[in-house]
């Protein structure tokens, strides 16, 4: 009887701490899915933000160099122009917002090379809008392009360090190069 009671005890103690172990390791695991989902998500909102930012100026540095050529373009073309940039002007001021809002609050959730990257993006395009009125509007535009070409390359990066996604090949290709 006594062997009874020490075989249902131990298994009743070894189940119970199967259980509390099992259900940590689960609560745990959901935690970090949830975290990751969400540090996933800020960074495509950044990625297309940065984006927005990126198209706003292309498209602003090629009417301002297509405006500086004499053409006899119809003025119908030149007020689509002029419609599409004022939309791509809205998108990027949100973008701008967005990208404001990461760089105060984004260092809870991404990385910090990534809020470094965008003190760094956020401090060009001021330096630029002070130079916009006194130098070349073209070489102003064309800095802030650049600094937003630079930044979104480096998020890229380092988004793709912080969620720990790395490109793996399929294993049939790894054994085809290794049996080469």
């Not at 701490?17 to 899915?33: D, I, K, N, Y």
């Not at 800020?42 to 297509?66: C, G, I, K, P, T």
């Not at 937003?148 to 890229?156: D, G, I, P, Q």
Request: hydrophobic letters at 40%; glycine letters at 4%.
């Amino acid at each position: 009887m006594a062997d009874l009671a020490t075989t249902l005890l131990s298994g009743l103690f070894v189940a119970t701490v199967t259980s509390l172990l099992t259900v940590r390791l689960a609560l745990w695991r959901f935690h970090s899915e949830k975290w990751w989902e969400r540090k996933a998500e800020l960074y495509s909102r950044l990625v297309e933000a940065l984006f927005d930012m990126h198209s706003y100026n292309r498209q602003w540095l090629e009417d301002f160099l297509e405006d500086r050529e004499p053409s006899e373009k119809p003025s119908v073309a030149k007020e689509e122009r002029k419609k599409h940039l004022e939309c791509l002007w809205s998108r990027f001021q949100k973008a701008d917002a967005e990208v404001q809002k990461i760089a105060v609050i984004g260092a809870f959730i991404v990385s910090d090379a990534i809020a470094d990257d965008l003190a760094q993006l956020t401090k060009a395009n001021r330096t630029a809008e002070e130079e916009f009125q006194y130098g070349d509007a073209g070489e102003v535009v064309r800095n802030c392009l650049k600094a937003t070409e630079n930044c979104l390359a480096r998020v890229r990066e380092h988004a793709k360090e912080d969620l720990g996604i790395t490109r793996k090949w399929p294993p049939i290709v790894k054994k085809i190069v290794s049996g080469i």
